[in-house]
């Protein structure tokens, strides 16, 4: 990837993360998956304690990475809410209820990827 290509993903996760975090998204986890899958850069994993707020916790990403012009490729699992998915090509973000988060288990399975601190991803001041 070159890069002005990871500069727009890691700007695309800091607004995910931003708009997780808006709507209370818990445990929110950043995988550099770049250097392990071709499927993007990186996953974004959070939970949410209930249907209602899973919806809410991608509506917000929806809206917000749309108004910096990211739209995604693919999204499933909106109507059940249980592990929401949404492909943004070089993100991929996962939101679930806390409990098909712990089945699972993302991050175990994707352990080759690194994590990422989310921190880094906050926007200063």
Same mark, same amino acid.
């Given at each position: 990837m070159?890069? !002005?290509?990871?500069? %727009?993903? *890691?700007?695309m996760v800091r607004?995910?993360?931003?708009?997780?975090e808006e709507k209370k998204g818990e445990d929110v986890r950043v995988i550099d998956i770049s250097e392990v899958s071709?499927?993007? !850069?990186? #996953? @974004?994993i959070a939970s949410g304690s209930n249907a209602n707020q899973v919806q809410a916790m991608t509506d917000n990403v929806e809206e917000t990475l749309g108004r910096a012009g990211? #739209?995604?490729?693919?999204? *499933?699992?909106? %109507?059940?809410?249980n592990w929401i998915l949404m492909d943004y090509g070089d993100i991929i973000v996962h939101v679930f209820c806390r409990e098909d988060r712990l089945f699972y288990d993302l991050e &175990? @399975?994707? &352990? !080759?990827?690194?994590?990422?601190d989310v921190g880094q991803f906050h926007q200063e001041g």
């Open positions: 070159s890069k !002005d290509g990871k500069n %727009q993903s *890691e700007e607004l995910a993360v931003s708009a997780l071709v499927l993007g !850069d990186y #996953f @974004i990211y #739209f995604y490729k693919h999204k *499933e699992g909106y %109507q059940t809410a &175990r @399975i994707w &352990r !080759d990827g690194k994590m990422v």
